[in-house]
């Protein structure tokens, strides 16, 4: 069987879109216990990314660290890469908004220092987004797309110094990141060595579909998301444009649709691993951003990691959903991984 790449479960899911119009938060411990205890004919998760959100985390408390190696070291498990809290911030906003952004990132980011120094953090990257709308972004997409890339390249080079890498998220709510070509765009604008890409299969699934941005769209505005032939070609584009960007990667499921819930904008909707209604072939298509085009392994990360954001909570209480999504993340595995 195949040991790389390893294998990780979300934290951010038990945050995101939960809150006081939403459901409650799920605590971080009830997270890392349900993930520790997956298990899919003797093979378990390898680790955790983790969401450096409030109330799961404290980023100002200098034991937080300590304590998360802790924890995870208990359940034999490894942190990967790491969400930095950049929403207090805007990549596009105020002088002050964009230095809490940087600030964000270099706390994050010595955060990850911690973490290896204490033995549990081997690989992955630290995330962004441009925590601005799309609205706002487009109000003057030229200069909204400059400033963005300044303040990336701020963050960047704040980064470099911890040895960390940054990842810009996949996703169709961001400003500038809305669509796969603005995102190559950006990225290329940015242009530091430690910039890259993190791939959603459901997020970035609707670049295909134009939300947001319908002159970038791929897919025909009447296409048959059960005809798997479109699905493939159109991923494909995608694929091929940011996969080189790619330093980061999350296994998903979407039906093609875009949902929200609590405070979190609309986005693509992640569907569970069983979903029949799910457009995704998970271990197929999964190859489209884990082999180049001639069908090669890229082995450009150690790791891929399952999001399962805004599932209602008796879902994700629910021990048997881990184990369906551990399953799916082993096919993926065992058809484009490789011994290490």
Known sequence: MNNFPKIHNATWP???????DSEPVIPFDRLLSMTAAAEVNGVKFDGIDVGLLEPHFDLNNPDEAKKLADKVSKYNLNVGSLVAP????????????RKTFVDMVRKSCEFGQKLKSLGVRHYGVVRIDSAAGVSDWAKDPVANTKQIAETF??????????GEKLAAEGEICWGAMHSWKHMVELLEMVDRPNIGFQADMSHTFLYTMGYNAPEHRILATDADLKDREAIKAALKTVTNALRPWTIDFHVAQNDGSVFGSGSHDKTGRHCQATDPNGVLDIAHDAGY???????????????ICWDGCMFPN???????????IL?????VREAHGWRG
């Open 86 to 97: 950049i929403w207090a911030g805007s990549a596009m906003g105020t002088t002050d908004q």
């Open 314 to 324: 008796a879902v994700m209480e629910n021990q048997q959903t881990w184990n369906d």
């Open 327 to 331: 399953a799916a993340m082993v096919k």
């Open 14 to 20: 038990g945050l995101v879109g939960k809150g006081p």
């Open 153 to 162: 390249r701020e963050a960047c080079d704040v980064a470099a110094g911890f």
């Open 289 to 303: 951003w884990l082999r180049d085009e001639k069908g090669q392994l890229t082995k450009a990360f150690q790791h």
